[in-house]
């Protein structure tokens, strides 16, 4: 094929469809191929955001030929898809008028019809695995090694819900995949990734390698009985929802805090409030929320905001498996003066707080049911730069994902939602540890990494 782009050359696609087996690879739910998959308001909230998109870096993985690797790859994506056979579809739109025709409203569901996912191969010979890991600063060449960059869900209604790109590098390989935010959550993304892994791993390309935990997957949606499906949004067409959106230039660091220098933040911060309550995540966001308001030198006077996205999959009792979204938006606010200047532990209590108001089933409930009354609907361009949000997840098995030749060295993420303020959190690869990839303005992450309070704290 020899499409090339940022020093990256594709090689070849291909166009992956689930096969036809009765149970498609176990699917819970009862969702079969053919089926209309309800989306409800968790989904449709992400309808105007980007794709998720992580990837892994590993080192020249073994002695065997590069297409025998790819080869392998590719059957053990195939395979993966019969587990997963849904993001082999598309979204499907449906507009439905009254009687008078004075007011319409539409629709959004997934649907089962196999149109496929797609699997690319690439290389990038001039790149090298340490140039990728030097830091601190992320070359955006690694943009390039993602499929359907700049893509948003609401495209998912003729492009590809799910793909995956395989580049060779000079010496080594980043296998990396993009998948609609609307079908699914990180928890979802993690569980396809660790299950091409596994199957990969194991030899086998029929998809009935017994995968540990088993790879079945929740499809349909949860509703509250004040809720049924199908939901409409108060639009006449997807057109409607769509906007132009220009975002500000920023550049990426990746960032990672060891074990100890996690539990130090998480000790200080519990210390000053005279509590046990805040976790080592919550101090360690408040470490960054105090040091990139210094970084962007804010106004003392100044409303700032940090936004973590919480998951209510516990607080419904939805399993592991479940294949939709369940996540909402708890904001912390202050001043940047009092950020700055009132310390670690009372910033950490700031965002504990935050969260707590979104730790229970009722809360989850209202959430929904407010949302469905009044749907208001999240543009990237709508976050402020005087803001932070913070998504993913440190308890998510990154470094579990070995193909057959290791476990990775790193991880990094894709162009979508690269706005000024975005925090990603990662596990880190010892227990304990965590990784953060931070998207500012450049003349901000420069003064972030000059920060010497900010940067102790910093193991890369």
């Not at 008078?100 to 699997?119: M, P, W, Y």
């Not at 809720?227 to 230039?249: A, E, G, K, N, T």
Request: proline share 5%.
């Amino acid at each position: 094929m020899g499409e090339e782009g940022e020093g990256v050359i594709i090689l070849s696609k291909h166009n992956i469809r689930p096969s036809h087996r009765e149970n498609q690879g176990g699917g819970g739910g009862g969702a079969k191929n053919g089926r209309t998959i309800h989306l409800n308001a968790f989904d449709l909230t992400m309808i105007c955001l980007s794709y998720i998109q992580k990837g892994i870096l590993f080192q020249n993985p073994t002695a065997q030929p590069m297409q025998v690797i790819i080869s392998s790859l590719l059957s053990s994506f195939t395979a993966a898809i019969d587990h997963f056979f849904p993001l082999a579809g598309r979204l499907r739109a449906t507009a439905a008028h009254d009687d008078d025709n004075t007011s319409s409203s539409l629709s959004i569901s997934l649907e089962c019809n196999s149109q496929g996912a797609e699997f690319v191969h690439a290389a990038a010979l001039s790149v090298t695995v340490s140039d990728l890991l030097a830091p601190y600063l992320i070359p955006t060449i690694v943009h390039s090694f993602f499929p359907l960059n700049g893509l948003l869900n609401h495209e998912g209604l003729d492009k590809p819900l799910l793909a995956a790109q395989v580049t060779e590098l000079a010496d080594g390989l980043f296998v990396a995949i993009s998948l609609n935010h609307v079908v699914a959550d990180g928890t979802t993304f993690w569980h396809f990734f660790n299950t091409w892994s596994e199957i990969c791993r194991s030899g086998t390309t029929n998809g009935r390698v017994d995968v540990s935990p088993p790879r079945l997957v929740d499809f349909d949606r949860w509703f509250p009985d004040s809720c049924p499906p199908p939901y409409r949004l108060p639009f006449r067409q997807v057109q409607d929802l769509v906007r132009p959106v220009q975002l500000p230039s920023v550049q990426e660091c990746f960032l990672h805090f060891s074990a100890e220098s996690v539990a130090k933040l998480k000790s200080r911060a519990n210390t000053e409030m005279g509590t046990n309550r805040i976790s080592s995540l919550q101090s360690l966001l408040a470490h960054v929320w105090r040091s990139v308001t210094r970084a962007r030198g804010l106004r003392p006077e100044q409303e700032t905001t940090y936004s973590v996205l919480v998951s209510h999959r516990a607080r419904l009792g939805l399993p592991q498996t479940y294949m939709g979204n369940s996540i909402v938006r708890a904001g912390a606010k202050s001043s940047a003066g009092e950020v700055v200047g009132e310390g670690l532990g009372r910033t950490a209590w700031r965002l504990n707080q935050a969260i707590a108001l979104h730790t229970t089933q009722a809360s989850a409930h209202e959430w929904f049911e407010s949302w469905t009354r009044d749907p208001s609907i999240p543009y990237l361009d709508r976050y402020m730069s005087t803001n932070l949000i913070t998504g993913s997840s440190p308890r998510f098995d990154v470094y579990g994902n070995d193909f057959g030749w290791g476990k990775s060295v790193a991880v990094r993420s894709g162009l979508g939602a690269k706005i000024d303020g975005k925090v990603t959190v990662y596990p880190g690869p010892e227990s304990g540890s965590m990784a953060l990839g931070v998207c500012l303005s450049p003349k901000a992450l420069a003064s972030l990494l000059e920060d010497e309070e900010f940067m102790a704290a910093v193991n890369n």
